[in-house]
């Protein structure tokens, strides 16, 4: 249903060729079509209203480049503009304190028990912390076992009351456990709340008066639409938090709430959970969300990612490699991780200017290379080394090996051969060989 | 209250606590921007457009309705202040009553289908496991025979989450072990409500956000193999929609739909601060009822979707 804004940029400003700057009556038309997309994205009505004014005295008088057009000027104020109001930096959390004492607090169902386990598991894994999770929900039913279940998967100790209805006693006792049992970080889950239910919110500000946390995550759906301004505003209010998480973003929603409530209530948000896996979290990456809320093809967010993630001399020795027809199933499977380290596969061809229009109504699956993986994993060295051994008997041991079939190797074999013949191709600019390969993975 | 007699005070009294944040906030701004002036003209309508996308309403369902009111502005060329308001009401109520949503008059299922299965749907977080409790709760006090089915095996601890609902309300519940398949699940609980000759039967699913397209055909068979038991089941979908979800919603509703053929709506925490327009744009794309609305977290705070009365209660 989003048509990107990019190609509604650039069809509004068509009249504007042989224009030498852009001009109030010129600017009028797209910036109503910038708002309108902020809308659709759920970006508050004021804020989008704000937003545009912004931009459109950004916009005024400025030069129209021979190199750039119009439209590709104007989504780059927009870009710029948006990032900006997000938060040029990453904001890490705050982990000062012995233990250091974080309080997550939000609505019903936005994913606060599911990201403190994450968090939990994160800090443990990645800041090599010893961390106790708090279950504080004694409302939801059943809410108390799910923390539990998670402390388990994630191998983190979980504590727990039974029978106490009573959330600060219970804060209170885990601090003085967790200092018992030396642990470094105490995360204490809520339960949820509506802004608007004065005993809840008056309950979570006793929390925080009694334990005094070091550090306060609001945690959002980034689903919400108009009303994350007023919910994000409330619970400013009373517990004045330093952080925002934002959930369920592997969904695909613009996620406009993030630039109302970091308008609203100017603080950084410092997470994103991106999938029910314990490992489904990362930092928050403002430019990012700026693309994704704009729906916008950018090809130079594209250049910026791919020199992120490629390591120059890698990408040389993998030239010559492919120029001398060397490439193999070891190079396949890195090119592989190199592309999901950049993230959603669909967002990341839609980048690629043209292919966004041709991607608009396909599905690619985010493991789609799963089965892939998978199936080079089963191989041998020698195997992955030279593709050429990979006879029948071969197959079926690497068709048992990754629960695949001898159909899929076959298949993978196959795409292979093509990929690294389109590759060879790349150069001469093969866009229409890329996107019958996306396709071809698609179906499988 | 004349043709709302049929509603107790008591659930009258329930939504009007449950929107009156709505009213407040943003319809009571209509007034403000209709107050003082004998016509509409342009302020009027770009403030109309205000009201109805902070409510969520979205730009696409914002323009009709806007679009209906300057037709039927030119063609009646004159219109006070209270016309206006009225008309506003009767074009919602209009939008919502094309698609059936609040024909219910009851928890009732229909004659003839025993047990009628009911089956859940929703991205994660929306209510959906609530839902069910209290919907339990409801058909059960109307004198029906309730089968809950814990087919979200995945979520940590959702199977014992319906179990207490199952126990707080007194109805059984067939669950598996976490992990289980819930197709599997599924099945053993329409069976069971077959030999147990349950009137209603309630199959919860995992919470699942509709762009993940192999959790997506998970549901589809869910769906089919239910019909093993049972040719047509499941005879309704309920598809639930959480009010403060903005315009994603209307993309759940797609996804979901083309799934498993959505064929009812529940829309869950209308106690809070979200206005619930979401409802109004999905009735507008989507040919689907809204059937249920949740306004609290204790069983009795789940009622039957009235448009009217929902209208009427955002325009008090």
Known sequence: ?444 | MGIFSFFSKDKKQDLDKGLEKTRSSVFGKLSKAIAGKSKVDDEVLDQLEEILVTSDVGVHTTLKIIERIEARVARDKYLGTSELNSILKEEIVELLQENNSGDGTDFDIPAGIKPYVIMVVGVNGVGKTTTIGKLAYNFKKAGKKVVLGAADTFRAAAVDQLKIWGQRVDVPVVAQTMGSDPASVAFDTVKSAVSQQADVVIIDTAGRLHNKINLMKELTKIKTVMQKVIADAPHEILLVLDASTGQNAIEQARQFTAATEVNALALTKLDGTAKGGVVIGISDQFKIPVKYIGIGERMEDLQLFDRKLFVESLFD
């Open chain 1, 1 to 444: 249903m989003f048509e990107g804004l990019s190609e509604k940029l650039e069809r509004s400003f068509k009249m504007l060729k042989g224009q030498g700057h852009i001009s109030e009556i010129n600017v009028a038309e797209t910036l109503k079509e910038v708002r309108k997309a902020l809308i659709d994205a759920d970006v508050s009505f004021k804020i989008a209203k704000d937003f545009t004014n912004t931009v459109k005295e950004k916009a005024l008088g400025q030069k129209i480049l021979t190199a750039v057009s119009p439209g590709q000027l104007m989504v780059k104020i927009v870009h710029d503009e948006l990032a900006e109001l997000m938060g040029g930096e990453q904001t890490e959390i705050n982990l000062k304190g012995n233990p250091s004492i974080i309080l997550i607090a939000g609505l019903q169902g936005s994913g606060k028990t599911t990201f403190s386990a994450k968090l939990a598991n994160y800090l443990k894994s990645k800041k090599g912390k010893q961390v106790l999770l708090v279950a504080g929900d004694v409302y939801r039913p059943a809410a108390i076992d799910q923390l539990k279940v998670l402390g388990e998967q994630v191998g983190v100790e979980v504590f727990t009351e039974d029978g106490s209805k009573d959330p600060v006693g219970i804060a209170k006792k885990a601090i003085a456990h967790a200092k018992q049992s030396a642990k470094n970080v105490v995360i204490i889950d809520t339960a949820g709340r509506l802004a608007i239910d004065e005993l809840m919110m008056n309950e979570i500000a006793a929390i925080k008066k009694n334990v005094d946390p070091h550090e306060i995550l609001f945690v959002v759906d980034s689903m919400t639409g108009q009303d994350a301004v007023n919910t994000a505003k409330a619970f400013n209010d009373r517990l004045d938090f330093h952080g925002v998480v934002l959930t369920k973003l592997d969904g695909d929603t613009r996620g406009g709430a993030a630039l109302s409530i970091r308008s609203v209530v100017d603080k950084p948000i410092k997470f994103v959970g991106i999938g029910e896996k314990m490992d489904a979290l990362d930092v928050f990456y403002p430019s990012r969300m700026a693309d994704r809320i704009l729906g916008m093809g950018d090809i130079v967010s594209l250049v910026e990612k791919a020199q992120e993630q490629f390591d120059a001399e890698e990408a040389r020795k993998l030239q010559r490699k492919i120029a001398k027809n060397e490439f193999n199933f070891n190079d396949f499977l890195k090119q592989i991780q190199q592309i999901k380290k950049m993230g959603n596969i669909k967002d990341l061809a839609g980048m690629i200017p043209g292919m966004g229009k041709a991607l608009k109504d396909t599905e690619i699956e985010d493991d789609a290379f799963k089965g892939i993986e998978a199936i080079i994993y089963s191989m041998t060295p020698a195997e992955r080394e030279d593709p050429k051994l990979l006879n029948g008997s071969r197959r079926k041991r690497i068709a048992m090996g990754s629960g695949t079939s001898i159909v899929e190797v076959n298949r993978l074999v196959k795409q292979f051969s093509e990929t690294s013949k389109m590759m060879r191709m790349m150069t001469g600019g093969g866009g229409q060989k890329m996107m019958r390969m996306m396709n071809q993975m698609r179906r499988r």
